[in-house]
């Protein structure tokens, strides 16, 4: 059984978590200043990248499987499930920090 063919799920263990800015976790501390901006900005980023890596696994799996050159069709698949969750996670992760800036903006009138 070493040579097993399904991988096990790795957790994404980036979101939620304050590592960039040293801090061990972001509901243990609150983060304030620019620690605060630099986990903001690092979720997102991370969230763009992983969109651009999976769309990028994605096309080269479509790519591999017009050619004939993949051994699993069922690979292209499972590349456009993760694409479409990584896509899915973006557009929520905007629309709560748009909700959150416009629950902001309320209260400050």
Do not use: C
């Not at 990248?49 to 050159?69: C, F, H, I, S």
């Not at 969750?85 to 902001?104: F, G, Q």
């Amino acid at each position: 059984m070493e040579d097993m063919f399904i991988t096990p799920i790795q957790p994404w263990s980036r979101v939620g978590d304050a590592a960039a800015s040293g801090q061990t976790s972001a509901s243990s501390q609150s983060l304030k200043g620019q620690d605060g901006v630099s986990a903001f900005k690092s979720i997102f980023e991370e969230a763009i990248n992983n969109v651009r890596e999976t769309d990028q696994n994605l096309a080269k799996n479509q790519y591999l499987l017009a050619t004939g050159q993949i051994e699993d069709p069922h690979t292209v698949g499972i590349a456009a499930s993760q694409a479409q969750l990584s896509i899915d996670l973006l557009a929520a992760l905007r629309t709560k920090a748009l909700e959150a800036y416009n629950e902001i903006m309320r209260l400050s009138s």
